[in-house]
C-alpha cells in the first residue's frame, strides 16, 4: 500500500544533541510537510518542500532544518533540541499541480514522538 | 485571536447520542475546509471535505455558514469508535501564496461511553 513512513517512531536525544527524524512515502507527492505538535495543541506547520523549493514558516526557529535530498525522502534536523522542542512531529504530503483546480488531501504519517531529556 | 478555534470539549456522551461540534475560523477569504480525527498518539486522518452546500457521509452531516465563519460537525448515532480528537482544519488558500497550506484548529475531545 501506498503510504507515508516515519522513522522512528520514538526518538530520545539529550538536551542540546542534534535528532533527525526522517520521512519517506511511496505516494510519488511532490509537496511533503513538517508539523510539530505538542499535547492538546493543534499540529503546526513548520515547513514544506514544493517539489525541491524549501519554504519555512515565519515563526520557525533556526533550530530546525530540512532537507529533502529525492521525492521520496524528507528530512528534519534539530540542532540543539532543548526541552520545548518534545512533541510528536508529524510528516504529511500531498500532491499539488498547477494549475491548482482542487486542493488535495494531505495524507499524515504515523509521527514521531520526540522526548528530550 | 486564534485563525481556528474550537471548544476543547471534552464531550462526554452515551452510545447512541447526537452530538455536535462547531468551530469558527478568522480568515474570510479562507477557501477549503475539512474536518480530520485524531485517535490519541495517532496522526490526523481525514474525516470529510466540507462544502458551501453541506455534505453528509454516512452519520456524519459538516455543514459551513461563510457569512459566520463557521463549520460543524454533526456525528449521529455515536458509538464507541467515535471516541477521538476531532479537528477542525482550514485552507486559506489564496492568502498563503497558492501554497496547499492547512491551519489546524487544536480540536474538541469526543469520547462516547457505554
Known amino acids: 500500500d501506498a503510504m507515508v513512513i516515519q522513522n522512528p517512531r520514538y526518538q530520545v536525544t539529550q538536551f542540546g544533541k542534534p535528532v533527525t527524524l526522517s520521512c519517506s512515502q511511496t505516494l510519488n507527492h511532490n509537496v511533503m510537510y513538517w508539523y510539530q505538535q505538542k499535547s492538546s495543541q493543534a499540529p503546526k506547520l513548520l515547513f514544506h518542500y514544493y517539489d525541491k523549493d524549501f519554504n519555512n514558516e515565519a515563526d520557525t526557529p533556526d533550530n530546525f532544518q530540512s532537507r529533502r535530498p529525492n521525492t521520496s525522502f524528507c528530512f528534519l534536523d534539530i540542532r540543539s533540541p532543548g526541552l520545548g522542542d518534545a512533541a510528536m512531529y508529524l510528516c504529511?504530503?500531498?500532491?499539488?499541480?498547477?494549475?491548482?483546480?482542487?486542493?488535495?488531501?494531505?495524507?499524515f504519517g504515523p509521527g514521531t514522538r520526540l522526548l528530550v531529556l | 485571536r486564534k485563525e481556528v478555534e474550537q471548544d476543547p470539549g471534552p464531550f462526554n456522551v452515551p452510545e447512541g447520542a447526537t452530538v455536535a461540534f462547531n468551530c469558527t475560523y478568522s480568515?474570510?477569504?479562507?477557501?477549503?475546509f475539512f474536518w480530520y480525527r485524531q485517535d490519541c498518539r495517532k496522526e490526523p486522518k481525514l474525516l470529510m471535505s466540507?462544502?458551501?452546500s453541506g455534505n453528509e457521509d454516512g452519520r456524519f452531516t459538516a455543514q459551513l455558514n461563510r457569512a459566520s465563519q463557521y463549520i460543524s460537525l454533526l456525528i449521529r448515532d455515536s458509538k464507541l469508535s467515535d471516541s477521538a480528537t476531532y479537528l477542525c482544519v482550514v485552507n486559506p488558500y489564496l492568502l498563503s501564496g497558492g501554497y496547499n497550506k492547512l491551519i489546524f484548529g487544536a480540536g474538541t475531545r469526543l469520547a462516547v461511553h457505554p
Open positions: 504529511a504530503t500531498s500532491r499539488d499541480l498547477l494549475p491548482r483546480r482542487a486542493v488535495e488531501t494531505q495524507y
Open positions: 466540507v462544502y458551501s
Open positions: 480568515n474570510s477569504a479562507s477557501q477549503s
